[in-house]
């Protein structure tokens, strides 16, 4: 079998369409949807992620405001950073781009952000919400996963699906959201004995590890006609790459995302999907 290719530039774009409209309805009410971004120290990678979110920003007419901070920055100083953020009427929504530098705190830099400028769901508030099926705004790459399912019509009740990953950014939503959609869900992760046991029972595979040298899912792993969402990206003999090889895992996969064009594209687009309900929840309490 050769499985079917889940483009994340094309369904990334279709998303964008539709946040370019919604923007330029808002501008017209006279609101200029803004997204403050905040990047620590000098993680290229982090600084590459950071410059991609705003040039899609500008594609689809959202406003960015960018702080750039010293690794050296003081939970202090950037407490009062968000502070000022959070009280700044003129921005919508906040990222904090994530890792952080060792010295800093992360729960304690993502839960002061107010959580209706929550644009990475990762406050208490908005991540609870999401474990009570009431969530408003929803980490970007899980949210993004969950369109591509969506896209290409794939129903996931009654499916055995196996995360392999339990961060707080995609592992732990993900979990919720697959829930709610009516599937059995098992989330595998560093300690878990045997992962190729689960990988060979699951007709859904999303797997998040990002280091080629602690775990490669293979063609022997996967059970045929299943689906692979990738959603690691890391650098590795020179090349960016995911967990898995992609032309390897479709000829038994019925379906795949690449990396890069996969998952990737569709984190940025879901992130300007989430300015824009910040923007709307900014409205409806009157600011
Ligand atoms: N680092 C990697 N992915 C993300 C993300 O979705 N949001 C933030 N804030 N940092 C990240």
């Not at 009410?29 to 993680?43: D, F, H, K, Q, S």
């Not at 369109?147 to 993900?174: A, C, Q, T």
């Amino acid at each position: 079998m050769t499985g079917i290719k889940i483009d994340g530039k094309i369904i990334a774009q279709t998303v964008k369409d539709r946040v370019k409209k919604a923007a330029s309805e808002l501008k017209i009410e006279g609101i200029n949807p803004c997204l403050a971004t905040v990047l620590i120290g000098n993680n290229p990678a982090s600084a590459t992620y950071v410059k991609n979110k705003h040039k899609a920003c500008e594609e689809v007419g959202i406003i960015t405001k960018d702080h750039k901070l010293d690794e050296s920055v003081t939970q202090q100083e950037l407490n009062n950073i968000i502070d000022e953020l959070n009280a700044d009427v003129s921005v919508h929504g906040i990222l904090v781009q994530l890792p952080l530098p060792k010295h800093l705190n992360e729960f304690a830099v993502t839960s002061r952000i107010s959580p209706i400028k929550d644009v990475d769901g990762l406050t208490p508030h908005n991540s609870g919400l999401l474990s009570v099926k009431k969530a408003v705004l929803v980490a970007c790459t899980p949210s993004g996963v969950m369109e591509m399912f969506d896209y290409h019509n794939i129903n996931l009740e009654g499916k055995n699906i196996v995360l392999i990953n339990r961060s707080n950014l995609v592992g732990k939503p993900l979990y919720h959201l697959l829930l709610e959609k009516n599937a059995t869900v098992i989330t595998c992760h560093s300690r878990t004995k045997d992962i190729e046991k689960f990988c060979k029972s699951a007709d859904i595979i999303i797997t998040a590890v990002g280091d080629r040298t602690k775990f490669i899912l293979t063609p022997e792993m996967i059970k045929e006609g299943s689906i692979v969402i990738d959603v690691a990206i890391s650098r590795f003999e020179d090349k960016l790459v995911g967990d898995c090889d992609y032309e390897k895992i479709i000829e038994k996969a019925s379906f795949v995302t690449p990396v890069p064009g996969g998952v990737g594209p569709m984190t940025v687009a879901m992130l300007l999907k989430n300015t824009i309900t910040a923007t709307s929840l900014g409205i409806q309490i009157g600011r």
